[in-house]
């Protein structure tokens, strides 16, 4: 199979072949691994009970699908991923906050599923063949692990898109085997050793493990859903068709394994770490399937999650190739995983990374979908490409290729998010306004789309206008 030589230029109609159900394969296959899976854990590790932790899971799953999934219709019109697209509303130069907070979100979750993927493999080596888990072993296994990944998001597209069909059947059966393995330890009462709730408080913790595990695994996705989309043509696809497909695939593709890293983590009492005791508790014949499970989910996971990051790097440096900015941010993330395995505590790191990001994208993708509903999917792609052309004008110039209203709107609900977040180390100032509750995410979407909205009269928004001169590729930036 060729490498995918697409950037983020407009994709034609005629390669836009896939359809709903990959759309279903993508968001299902790529996310049953333990990238994912460790999410469930978060609630145990905070102090919560079964059906607190599994509550706390579902509710912050359905409430950041219903926010995220029509972003999938942002790029279905435009044919071009989500960052790109955002230069309706940001303008073709400001677009690149969106790139951004794409590149910090797949970089964060690549780092974090080679990190657990690669903790699990060494461990269950361990157990099988006597492997010693120290240093040479680690660097080993992150290596082989990120050179795969490297491989499947360098070809592109449409090696990750059988990837995920492969792994969407093939894991299902392993998470199932995994439910059979370790049914015998499991109980529904909080793991003592958490130490009871994390924020000294059932609704605080509860919260809090709503917005970690919960919201922000649709969340993460606010950037990646167009990349998947752009390849599926509006023309044979219905929106509705293709909105239904991303509920179904974010559901299930995110309850279903983070559900059973809670059901596992109340099996292996895995309340300070989870992949030491998930390994532990593991009756020997389910070895060689948690040994898959640790190797090729991680790999399809951060596959995509590499592919993304290439696109928005791609977005931010023009001149760079697809392939070649694939390369560098796969450098950096191996990097992320060294650093994160041997310095950081993985409940506060994982924790402070998602509260962070969720905080810092949720106003982006508030403006974007405010964008959307006010041209009701009325873009222009070509305008949007302005910036990869090395070019001037177009509907979406704005003020020197940035809409200031925007870039201040997203600027200020990012900042009123990083000021009410609350850390394993560190407590926003506005946390007291809120009963020491994190609420950053929607005070961050809040204020973020009102600025907007006030900032943005509905009649000057582009697409409800006439449109402007072409852009003139002579002028160069």
Known sequence: MPIEQRGVDTIPDEERTSGPRDLVSI???????????????????????WWASVSSIVVGTLVGTVLTAPLALVSLRTATNLSTSSGAQFGVRGRLVGSVVGLLLALGYTALTVWIGGDVMVSVLGRLFGLPADGGAYAVVYAVLAAATVAGAVYGYRVLLAMSRVLAIGMTALLVL?????????????????GGYLLDGFWPTWLLATVAAGLSGPIAFITLLGDYTRYI???????????????????????????????????????????????TAAPTW??????LAASAGSVGNAGLMLYSMGLDLDAILPRASRARATCAVAVVAT?????????????????????????????????ALIGFTRTRGDYDPDALQVF???????????????NIPATVSWATGAGIGLL?????????????????VDCSFLLSGLVGGLVYLALTPRRTSPGLEPRQEPARAESRL
């Open 27 to 49: 968001l299902l296959g790529s996310n049953l691994c333990l990238g994912v899976i460790i999410f469930g854990w978060l609630p145990p590790s905070f102090g919560l009970g």
């Open 178 to 194: 995994g439910v059979i393995a370790y049914a015998p330890h499991f109980t529904t009462a909080a793991l003592p050793d958490a």
């Open 233 to 279: 043509s509006p023309a044979r696809h219905s929106s509705r068709r293709v909105l239904h497909a991303t509920w179904l695939g974010l559901i299930l593709g995110l309850l279903v394994p983070q559900l059973f890293g809670t059901f596992t983590a109340y099996a292996a009492h895995s309340a300070l770490d989870y992949a030491g005791p998930l390994v």
């Open 286 to 291: 389910y070895l060689i399937p948690l040994l």
């Open 335 to 367: 990097l992320c995983v060294f650093i994160g395995h041997y310095a950081w505590n993985a409940q506060s790191a994982m924790t402070s990374f998602v509260l962070l990001l969720t905080a810092i994208g949720t106003p982006w993708a508030v403006i």
């Open 388 to 402: 990869n052309r090395r070019a001037r004008g177009g509907i979406y110039w704005y003020r020197a290729g940035w």
């Open 420 to 436: 009410a977040v609350s850390l394993p180390s560190h407590e926003g100032p506005l946390l007291s306004l809120t009963g020491g």
